[in-house]
């Protein structure tokens, strides 16, 4: 039984906030659809929605899922299995063997905003837990996001079939493709940011009380999807006050304006949490946000941003379209209000990203932060389709778009663009070392560094630094005790040390994986 501390009343109050926030923004949508939906001007968007479906086919069938981003992924399924079971945002660190599975002992409030472990938690209670749950719900999300930018584009550029090319330049992002077969949040966090910043640009074109209910209910449902998201409203915001100077108001707007601080709150709370630097062990002490970080980190992702090549993760060679195209457009006086309104929020995050510690693009697991302005970069054809007016260009762009898309994703998939980083080929390894020991979750403790890792597979597991200040709790004659060595040890020292153990109690080799990531099964004889 989980202890009540500060922190697992937060853990309890995140968890609870999150069916308000998303209850809201429905409902918030509902009533903008109902006030201004025009079903005559929506019926030209399924070509839109059916690209985006088949963008995202296209997507899931070539890429196969997998967690890439250890251990933020394994944190955020961890977390959606303890909102599945325990209706807690917490996750369980370190559990004993039981007879009706792992009997949790040690929890942690993760750093990362809850909203995603929600959504798939919410997956869990509909069919059980399953890690892949959280790669359906990157795919309905992928899904989500290109179809919302089709409907965006078509409706601005009053073109379906330049629409339908949108979603094929959005798989022809690698960084997105991944995102799409991944269960990280990057992908949900995006198409929320794409959401609010369209709510804005609706708004400031016809300011109604619907309208700004939508806006409103957005924000605060982004809020709830990433680290900086509170900083990247507050930049829409400042943008939107200076467009609109009178906040149009209702009843129901009334409530959300009251609601507001009370969902936001805990998000900040969170933020405080996060600050811890146990969190951050590669930070080494130095800021976790500086202009420091910002002025180190802009020229190399500048030069990633605009590689010429179809080797980056990023846009590539489109992304030399994007800046033409904006200044054209800007200089053609098309819709100066709401290139500022997307440009803002997409500037801050990106800024934000720069001046974080761990921004820069020569961290190749840190190139996923910039997934918003890699898409923005990536979607810089559609400005000059819709300067050009001509009725071969839609058809031009959606044939380019595909064929482009098809040459990225095949890129992802051998592995040519965004390879597998070391931490997942060694838990590859890992679970190559298991599955030839195959220990009984019932009976079988695995003490590891990447116990972690076990216990979102429902295998008991603790690092040796717990199993140091627990294995007097338990008689360990009752468990096969198996020390698992990883070649991640040394990269996670907070963790204790798997070799400590075995040089004072006698051990039998069960198994190794041998190669440039060595993995040992060993099991503790003392004591049985």
């Given at each position: 039984m989980l202890a009540a501390t500060a922190t697992s009343w937060l853990a309890h109050v995140l968890y609870l906030g999150m069916p308000f926030a998303v209850g809201l923004w429905l409902w918030a949508g509902v009533r903008c659809l109902r006030a201004h939906g025009d079903r005559t001007r929506w019926r030209g968007l399924l070509v839109p929605w059916l690209a985006a479906a088949a963008a995202s086919a296209l997507v899931v069938g070539a890429v196969p899922p997998t967690m890439r981003m250890q251990f933020d992924e394994t944190s955020l399924v961890g977390t959606s299995q303890n909102m599945h079971r325990e209706r807690i945002a917490m996750m369980a660190?370190?559990?004993?063997?039981?007879?009706?599975?792992?009997?949790?002992?040690?929890?942690?409030?993760?750093?990362?905003?809850?909203?995603?472990?929600?959504?798939?938690?919410?997956?869990?209670?509909?069919?059980?837990?399953?890690?892949?749950?959280?790669?359906?719900?990157?795919?309905?999300?992928?899904?989500?996001?290109?179809?919302?930018?089709?409907?965006?584009v078509s409706l601005a550029l009053g073109s379906a079939l330049a629409g339908a090319g949108t979603p094929f330049l959005l798989a022809g992002v690698p960084l997105a493709a991944t995102a799409a077969t991944s269960a990280g949040f990057e992908l949900l966090a995006t198409w929320l940011l794409a959401v609010v910043v369209l709510a804005a640009v609706a708004f400031a074109n016809a300011p109604t009380p619907a309208r700004a209910n939508w806006l409103l209910a957005s924000g605060l449902l982004f809020a709830q999807s990433r680290y900086e998201s509170i900083v990247v409203l507050a930049a829409l915001a400042g943008t939107v006050a200076v467009v609109v100077r009178r906040w149009p108001r209702d009843r129901f707007g009334t409530i959300l304006i009251a609601l507001a601080p009370v969902l936001l709150a805990p998000i900040a709370l969170l933020l405080v949490h996060a600050r811890d630097p146990a969190f951050y062990p590669e930070a080494n002490g130095q800021a976790l946000v500086g202009l420091g970080h910002f002025c180190t980190h802009l020229p190399p992702f500048v030069a990633a941003l605009f590689d010429p090549t179809t080797g980056g993760a990023m846009a590539g060679p489109l992304g030399w379209v994007a800046l033409p195209g904006l200044l054209w457009w800007l200089l053609a006086r098309r819709a100066r209000v709401a290139t500022a309104l997307v440009a803002v929020p997409l500037l801050a995050v990106t800024g934000v990203v720069l001046a974080w510690f761990y921004g820069g693009v020569h961290e190749s697991t840190a190139l996923r932060l910039y997934l918003p302005i890699a898409v923005a970069a990536a979607l810089g054809p559609l400005l000059v389709a819709g300067l050009v007016r001509h009725r071969a260009v839609p058809a031009v762009v959606l044939g380019s778009a595909v064929a482009w898309s098809v040459l990225r994703v095949d890129a992802v998939r051998t592995g040519a663009v965004l390879p597998p980083y070391n931490v997942v080929q060694a838990l590859r390894a890992v679970d190559a070392a298991l599955a030839n020991v195959r220990p009984d979750p019932k009976r079988a403790l695995v003490v590891t560094t990447v116990a972690q890792y076990l216990l979102v597979h429902d295998l008991p597991a603790m690092s040796p630094e717990v199993f140091?200040?627990?294995?007097?709790?338990?008689?360990?004659?009752?468990?096969?005790?198996?020390?698992?060595?990883?070649?991640?040890?040394?990269?996670?020292?907070?963790?204790?040390?798997?070799r400590a153990i075995l040089r004072t109690r006698p051990a039998t080799l069960l198994g190794r994986i041998d190669g440039d990531l060595p993995v040992a099964v060993w099991r503790l004889t003392s004591g049985r």
């Amino acid at each position: 039984m989980l202890a009540a501390t500060a922190t697992s009343w937060l853990a309890h109050v995140l968890y609870l906030g999150m069916p308000f926030a998303v209850g809201l923004w429905l409902w918030a949508g509902v009533r903008c659809l109902r006030a201004h939906g025009d079903r005559t001007r929506w019926r030209g968007l399924l070509v839109p929605w059916l690209a985006a479906a088949a963008a995202s086919a296209l997507v899931v069938g070539a890429v196969p899922p997998t967690m890439r981003m250890q251990f933020d992924e394994t944190s955020l399924v961890g977390t959606s299995q303890n909102m599945h079971r325990e209706r807690i945002a917490m996750m369980a660190t370190a559990a004993w063997p039981a007879p009706d599975g792992p009997a949790v002992t040690d929890w942690n409030l993760d750093k990362r905003p809850p909203l995603f472990p929600f959504l798939v938690s919410v997956v869990h209670d509909v069919t059980g837990f399953r890690i892949g749950n959280a790669f359906a719900v990157n795919a309905v999300l992928f899904c989500l996001l290109a179809g919302t930018l089709a409907t965006a584009v078509s409706l601005a550029l009053g073109s379906a079939l330049a629409g339908a090319g949108t979603p094929f330049l959005l798989a022809g992002v690698p960084l997105a493709a991944t995102a799409a077969t991944s269960a990280g949040f990057e992908l949900l966090a995006t198409w929320l940011l794409a959401v609010v910043v369209l709510a804005a640009v609706a708004f400031a074109n016809a300011p109604t009380p619907a309208r700004a209910n939508w806006l409103l209910a957005s924000g605060l449902l982004f809020a709830q999807s990433r680290y900086e998201s509170i900083v990247v409203l507050a930049a829409l915001a400042g943008t939107v006050a200076v467009v609109v100077r009178r906040w149009p108001r209702d009843r129901f707007g009334t409530i959300l304006i009251a609601l507001a601080p009370v969902l936001l709150a805990p998000i900040a709370l969170l933020l405080v949490h996060a600050r811890d630097p146990a969190f951050y062990p590669e930070a080494n002490g130095q800021a976790l946000v500086g202009l420091g970080h910002f002025c180190t980190h802009l020229p190399p992702f500048v030069a990633a941003l605009f590689d010429p090549t179809t080797g980056g993760a990023m846009a590539g060679p489109l992304g030399w379209v994007a800046l033409p195209g904006l200044l054209w457009w800007l200089l053609a006086r098309r819709a100066r209000v709401a290139t500022a309104l997307v440009a803002v929020p997409l500037l801050a995050v990106t800024g934000v990203v720069l001046a974080w510690f761990y921004g820069g693009v020569h961290e190749s697991t840190a190139l996923r932060l910039y997934l918003p302005i890699a898409v923005a970069a990536a979607l810089g054809p559609l400005l000059v389709a819709g300067l050009v007016r001509h009725r071969a260009v839609p058809a031009v762009v959606l044939g380019s778009a595909v064929a482009w898309s098809v040459l990225r994703v095949d890129a992802v998939r051998t592995g040519a663009v965004l390879p597998p980083y070391n931490v997942v080929q060694a838990l590859r390894a890992v679970d190559a070392a298991l599955a030839n020991v195959r220990p009984d979750p019932k009976r079988a403790l695995v003490v590891t560094t990447v116990a972690q890792y076990l216990l979102v597979h429902d295998l008991p597991a603790m690092s040796p630094e717990v199993f140091a200040r627990r294995e007097r709790e338990r008689d360990l004659a009752a468990f096969e005790v198996l020390v698992l060595e990883t070649p991640l040890d040394a990269l996670l020292p907070q963790k204790g040390d798997p070799r400590a153990i075995l040089r004072t109690r006698p051990a039998t080799l069960l198994g190794r994986i041998d190669g440039d990531l060595p993995v040992a099964v060993w099991r503790l004889t003392s004591g049985r």
